[in-house]
């Protein structure tokens, strides 16, 4: 009875607004989507405001099948609130109880199956009904995209043809592929350039995109660098990111050929190896390239050939063919190769050549060169003369010897050669003379004396000494007009020794004067040897005289007559010619017949 009455309150309620008025309603906001990563947590928020206020309002949840169905998850009125199993069981929850004006439902654990339209229904007594709609998005990042190249080159009498391939896997929603071109996006051309995208669903519901580029190719594209942009979704932004660069290898026929030296640079010289290398403008395989020369004895299916060893005959054109096997197409370059030469030196006179002293002699130096020579007359590794001529004025021994004569070009490092004149300058023999021809040594050592001696014809070389004898050499040395001689010898006394130098055009002589140092002191110890003698021979006597020796006693007869047995005669005398002591043996001074040397004489 109670519940009838208050119904009919209500319903006299209504009219009396009826009667006044007064329209009622309710509003609803939400938010147009909410975005999230999967596996994260997404909250869905609905706003209400009702003229009838809060107290009657009946709030419902719901989610749009992917059929196109409502399909409800929650529902609260005054009397109590139910969340609908299904779908979300256990990953959804609703927070707030309307008394706010604000109820959220929160799913946890986003999969890609909730991507779904949420719907938000208020409803009031009198004030009618209104709803509101969030779409819930789900991302998932994709993998790195890559790109694949053609392994084959394309040619250009081909059509539109595959460059590449480029794939992102694995991401949510569908990423975007775009082709560039060296920095410039590449856009559909008809019967030029196609881009042509293919998409897959993987097992997992994830969206994987590939996209392949087919274009007719140009020489130009040979250098072009190709890649992919891929632009993807991720919540509130869009991403961006490239693949790797890749070129393609892009065949065209030649329409040029070029050969050339690789080595060496610069001029070539007899005896180098030579590299020569040829290259066309096209890159088909199936063009060959053949390098020759104009006598076809040096040709190879090669773009390089290789001569050892050059000579002048090398020279000439050398052409290089390239020809296509496909159409049999030739096109050919050339270039001209020239092997610098210098022939041997040939000197003039040859060899040697003999000249009288005083004489002027004139010798020529030449060697054909296919390039400008220097040419320097070199004497013992000196230069002498610049030119092809050498001239030598009155000829002296000075002049004779070898000389070289050497030929370089200058613009060619290690070209040269040369050749040889040994000069003879005939004449009487020039001993050349030492420092010194004085020697003094000590008694009983070896000197050795040196004689150098030129001329020509070779002079013969003797020594000898004063009184004639005749010294051999220790050594003697002939080369080239000149006589180098030595001879050793021991110093007893002094001496003088000679070289004695001869040829045909005469002689010459060299005085060696040799000083024994230490010859007075023996002569002195022979002289006290003698005094000593002479004393002893003396003493002897007197004692004969007296009967002290040999038997004999008494007085001797002092007036007996001297016989010349009973003498006894001293002479002394020495090298510098002093005054001879003759005595006697009662020390009278003897005649100077007797002198001439250093004697003993006892006479009874």
């Not at 002479?534 to 001797?556: E, M, N």
């Amino acid at each position: 009875m109670a519940a009838r009455n208050t119904a009919y309150l209500l319903v006299g309620l209504l009219a009396l607004l009826h009667t006044w008025g007064v329209t009622a309603h309710v509003e609803v906001e939400m938010e147009d989507r909410v975005e999230v990563f999967r596996g994260e947590t997404a909250s869905i928020t609905c706003m209400f405001t009702s003229s009838e206020g809060v107290g009657g309002i009946m709030i419902q949840w719901f989610f749009m099948t992917q059929t196109g169905e409502k399909q409800r998850v929650f529902y609260q009125d005054p009397t109590g609130t139910v969340v609908d199993k299904g779908t979300f069981t256990d990953r959804i929850s609703v927070n707030g109880t309307g008394a706010t004006g604000e109820i959220v439902v929160t799913i946890s654990n986003v999969q890609l199956d909730d991507e779904l339209e949420f719907i938000c229904l208020v409803k009031g007594l009198t004030a009618g009904t209104a709803e509101g709609r969030t779409k819930l998005k789900v991302f998932v990042l994709p993998d790195f995209p890559t790109i694949e190249g053609v392994q084959t080159g394309i040619s250009l009498n081909d059509g539109p043809s595959k460059i590449g391939t480029c794939e992102v896997k694995n991401g949510f929603p569908w990423p975007n592929i775009t082709w560039y071109r060296n920095n410039a996006p590449l856009r559909g051309s008809p019967d030029v350039l196609k881009v042509v995208p293919s998409t897959t669903v993987e097992s997992s519901g994830l969206l994987s995109v590939k996209s392949e580029l087919i274009m007719k190719v140009m020489k130009e594209d040979k250098d072009d660098l190709f890649y992919c942009e891929v632009k993807f979704f991720v919540p509130g932004a869009v991403r961006m990111t490239e693949t790797r660069h890749i070129n393609i290898t892009v065949y065209y026929p030649s329409t040029a050929v070029n050969v050339w030296v690789e080595s060496p640079k610069g001029n070539i010289k007899e005896g180098d190896s030579i590299e020569l290398q040829c290259r066309d403008n096209g890159n088909k395989p199936s063009s060959i390239l053949t390098i020759s020369d104009e006598t076809g004895e040096n040709t190879i299916d090669s773009n390089v050939l290789v001569l050892d060893n050059v000579t002048r005959r090398n020279s000439g054109v050398y052409q290089c063919v390239s020809m296509d096997m496909d159409t049999y197409e030739e096109i050919s370059g050339n270039t001209t190769v020239f092997v610098n030469y210098l022939d041997p030196a040939a000197v003039m006179p040859n060899n040697s050549v003999v000249v009288a002293q005083g004489m002027e002699l004139t010798a020529t130096c030449n060697a054909l060169s296919s390039l400008q020579t220097q040419i320097v007359w070199l004497k013992d590794g000196e230069a002498v003369s610049m030119g092809n001529s050498l001239i030598l004025k009155d000829a002296t021994f000075d002049s004779a010897g070898q000389y070289v004569c050497v030929v370089t070009v200058l613009e060619i490092e290690g070209m040269e050669t040369s050749g040889t004149l040994h000069v003879e300058v005939k004449g009487p023999p020039e001993i050349m003379k030492p420092d010194d021809t004085e020697v003094e040594e000590s008694f009983g050592t070896t000197v050795d004396l040196t004689c150098n001696v030129r001329g020509f014809p070779t002079p013969s070389v003797t020594w000898t000494t004063s009184d004639g004898k005749i010294l051999p050499p220790a050594s003697q040395i002939e080369s080239w007009g000149e006589v180098h001689s030595v001879v050793s010898i021991k110093v007893t006394s002094d001496i003088t020794a000679f070289c004695n130098a001869s040829n045909d055009f005469g002689t010459d002589l060299l005085t060696y004067n040799i000083a024994a140092k230490g010859n007075g002191f023996i002569i002195a110890v022979i002289i006290v040897c003698i005094l000593l003698l002479a004393i002893l021979g003396s003493v002897l006597y007197f004692l004969y005289k007296k009967g002290k020796i040999c038997g004999r006693s008494g007085k001797q007869d002092l007036t007996k007559e001297k016989s010349s047995k009973d003498n006894i005669v001293v002479e002394m005398k020495s090298d510098n010619t002093e005054e001879a002591v003759l005595l006697g043996v009662n020390g009278e001074k003897q005649p100077p017949s007797h002198q001439g040397g250093a004697y003993l004489n006892v006479q009874k």
